[in-house]
Structure formats: structure tokens, C-alpha cells
């Protein structure tokens, strides 16, 4: 099963469907997402940037929903408001990009701020993880798009050596950057990136090139990569879904512009997101009038119109069959571990020279929740001290049952030793007997 779920940019809850029946589930309030500020925590739970309720505030809240209830679950309020949202696969960390141009690195687990670093020189527009989750891509408002090494974020004297701490920083976009995706598979080297300049643009990860500049007949806000890797679609804001050539032939005789194939069309508003399903076939698009349509990719064809309801659709996140706990034999202790604490505001000045390794380990088993998680060494070390306790109370209690099992022993000796006493008395008194009544003859 796979769920379908819908934001908007006003107060009007996260949607979810069932993306195959088109049947609605639960519909979760309070929230008023940006662009690119919705994502499911490897499975286990959504998560949510929020716009200010007032521009002149400073700050604005990050959502956290169990999929089971429809309430916020927790709140959390960064130092600056957060706009587009990404997360590790595994749900290790959660990844920011604020007002300001900066970008934050929050671990999942405690809640802690890793990182953070001056990225851009204006907002943060969109994020992206390459496939391999060790390169970070992110593009802006100032036009810039920048790739960073996650490893290298942690590693001070790598970038005081190597000056600059992103690897690359791509420049060519006009305006501003709307949306940025990684390849995966065999083009697990290149990033596309969307612009208000009507242009896409192909950028080599190996090279840090310019590999091909695509430009549109209206701005480009949403753009999603074909599985296939044949190709990728482009959402603008004249309503179309253009599918632009990466692997697959160009077709000139097309009109509508080069290395440009067609278009899906179902004369909506502004295509403001996009995603795509993990049959590499289910293309689902959401626009500016509130609806939620579904598209297979191989006719063209519109299958399904799902109604978001009043604003503007912002978010669309396809999310392979969410594990719900709500049936598993847990204790409330287990439960509550399974959300995050509030993410902190501020790093820990007493932290702040720790080194945080990522450490691979392998996560407790929840039934069939069997994930690898990546820790940071302040929470490998609270889990080592917490065996250690554990450790010492299982020797204690070793020790009482080998205790236990000693005075069984003993207690069974004494029952043999009475039992032969006994036995001694009587054969004795029996002798005894049987020689008082020689005697009396």
C-alpha cells in the first residue's frame, strides 16, 4: 500500500489517501506548509515546516504528527523560520533550510542541533540528498545552487583547509531556485534543478559542469524524476506537466521546445508539486485550485482527481505503507520513543566542540521494524552507559539466582540428610525393640 499525502500553504490540515483506491484516511489539522516543508520520517511519522502566522515574527513552528492520530503530537520552534524539510532514509536526522539563508542539522533521536551553517546569501528554497545520503543539494532564493559533503560539515579541519565547506556552487539560474532533485541509479551523478527563469537545468556531480540547460514556455516550480530515468517532468505555472528528455530520445518534430517531448495537461492552475510513485508509472500533481491529480505516465492519461479541499496545494509525499504502531504490544515508555523529543532551538555550548561521528548501528527490533539507524556519539554513548546499567543489574540478578539455586541444593541435601537420619532412628529403635523382647523371654 502506498499513502498519499497533501499539504496546503493555508491552515487547512495534511490530507491522505489511499493512493491505489483513492479512498480518503485521516485527515491531520493544523497545518500550513511551504513548498517542500512536508516529509515522512522513514515511515514512522509526518513532519512538517509552518509558515508565520505573522511576516514580522521571527520564528515559526515544525509540526510532528503519529499517523494514528490526527492532533500534533509535538511542537518544536527553531531559531529562525523553516521552510523546505529533508530526511536521511533511515530517519536518523532531519535537515533545514531557514529565512536567512541558513541550514540546520537536527538529530531525530534527541532532538539536538548537530549543525548549522551559512549557506546562501538569501532563503532556502529546496533541499535534496543525493542517493547514497552523503551529499546534501540545495538551492535558494539569490538563484545559487550548492552541493555540500555531510562528512565534511563535521569535519573542521577539512574545511579549514579546504576553505569554502560546499563542493560546488552552481550560479547559472537568473532567479530563484523552486526545486532541486537527485538522480539515482545510473544517473546517480547529476541533479536537476527548477528556476522562476522558465529554465532546468542538468548539473554533473562528478565534474561540477553544466551538462544541459532546458528552457520552458512558463515558469517552473515542481519538478520529479522519472524512475525509468528516461526522463523528467516539470510542473509550471501554466497548468502543464512538460516532460523533458534526459535518457530518451528528443523528438524535433514536437512543438514544444527542444529537448521537450509533450505535456500533460488537464487545464489546472499553476502545477505547484510533484511526485512519483514507486511503480515508475503514477505521477501525482498538485495546483494552485486545491486538487490532487493522479497521472499514469505511459497513456498520459489523468486516472484520478482527488479534492484537497480550500488554498492551494503545496506538498505532495507518496509514503511506501507507514508503519503504524498503534498494534504492536509496546510499553508507553517504547511508544514515546518512537516520536522525537521537540528539535532544540540552540546547540549545547558545552557540546559544541564534540565531534558527532555517525555511527551505524542496528536499530532495537520492534516486530518486523528491523531499520538501521545512524546515531551520533552523544546518543552511542547514553546507550552504552545505559547496557552498562543494564549490564550490572543483570550480573546482580545472576548472582541472586545462582543464590537461589545453591539454597535449593542445600535444602534438598538437608531433606536427604533427614531423611537418612530418620531411616538410622528407626532401624535403630527397631533393633532396640527387638532386643527387649529377646531379653523378656
Avoid at 523553516?82 to 532514509?89: A, C, K, L, N, T
Avoid at 508507553?332 to 523529543?341: A, D, E, F, G, V
Wanted: proline share 4%; net charge negative; aromatic share 8%.
Amino acid at each position: 500500500m502506498e499513502v498519499l499525502a497533501a499539504s496546503s500553504s493555508v491552515d487547512a490540515g495534511i490530507a491522505c489517501w489511499d493512493l491505489r483506491s483513492g479512498t480518503e484516511h485521516l485527515r491531520y489539522r493544523s497545518c500550513a506548509s511551504p513548498p517542500h516543508g512536508l516529509l515522512s520520517i522513514s515511515r514512522r511519522f509526518l513532519a512538517s515546516s509552518q509558515l508565520r502566522e505573522n511576516p514580522s515574527s521571527c520564528s515559526a513552528p515544525i509540526f510532528f504528527w503519529s499517523w494514528d492520530k490526527p492532533q500534533v503530537q509535538v511542537r518544536s520552534f527553531p531559531a529562525e523560520p523553516i521552510g523546505p524539510m529533508v530526511s536521511d532514509s533511515n530517519g536518523a536526522y532531519i535537515i533545514g533550510g531557514g529565512a536567512l539563508g541558513t541550514i540546520y542539522l537536527w538529530e531525530v533521536a534527541t532532538g539536538k542541533l548537530l549543525n548549522k551553517w551559512n549557506a546562501h546569501y538569501r532563503s532556502v528554497t529546496c533541499l535534496a540528498l543525493s542517493e547514497d545520503e552523503s551529499l546534501l543539494i540545495s538551492g535558494s532564493e539569490d538563484g545559487s545552487v550548492r552541493v555540500w559533503s555531510l562528512l565534511m560539515i563535521f569535519d573542521k579541519v577539512a574545511r579549514e583547509v579546504g576553505g569554502n565547506v560546499y563542493i560546488y556552487s552552481f550560479m547559472e539560474h537568473a532567479l530563484r531556485v523552486t526545486s532541486v532533485v537527485s538522480g539515482h541509479g545510473l544517473c546517480n551523478s547529476i541533479v536537476i534543478s527548477s528556476s522562476e527563469d522558465r529554465s532546468c537545468k542538468i548539473w554533473s556531480l562528478s565534474t561540477g559542469s553544466l551538462l544541459r540547460s532546458v528552457i520552458f514556455p512558463s515558469a517552473i516550480d515542481a519538478i520529479a524524476l522519472d524512475p525509468g530515468e528516461h526522463t523528467f517532468y516539470a510542473g509550471g505555472r501554466d497548468g502543464k506537466i512538460y516532460i523533458a528528455v534526459l535518457n530518451a530520445e528528443w523528438d524535433p518534430r514536437r512543438n514544444f521546445g527542444k529537448f521537450i517531448n509533450g505535456s500533460l495537461s488537464d487545464q489546472s492552475k499553476a502545477i505547484t508539486c510533484l511526485a512519483f510513485s514507486s511503480d515508475g508509472v503514477t505521477l501525482v500533481s498538485g495546483s494552485e485550485d486545491g486538487i490532487v491529480r493522479v497521472w499514469n505516465t505511459m497513456s498520459e492519461q489523468m486516472t484520478r482527481l482527488l479534492k484537497y479541499g480550500k488554498g492551494p496545494v503545496s506538498n505532495v509525499v507518496i509514503v511506501r505503507q507507514p508503519i503504524n504502531f498503534s498494534h504492536l504490544s509496546l510499553s508507553r515508555k517504547q511508544l514515546n520513543l518512537l516520536l522525537p523529543p521537540p528539535l532544540d532551538r540552540y546547540s549545547d555550548p558545552l557540546e559544541s566542540e564534540v565531534d558527532f561521528k555517525a555511527v551505524k548501528v542496528l536499530h532495537q527490533h520492534y516486530n518486523h521494524l528491523d531499520d538501521s539507524c545512524y546515531f551520533s556519539a552523544s546518543v552511542m554513548n547514553s546507550q552504552i552507559k545505559e547496557l552498562q546499567e543494564n549490564a550490572s543489574a543483570g550480573a546482580m540478578e545472576m548472582e541472586l539466582e545462582r543464590s537461589r539455586i545453591e539454597s535449593k541444593r542445600a535444602m534438598q541435601v538437608a531433606q536427604q540428610w533427614k531423611k537418612l537420619y530418620l531411616d538410622l532412628q528407626n532401624t535403630c529403635v527397631n533393633e532396640f525393640l527387638n532386643g527387649v523382647d529377646i531379653d523378656a523371654k
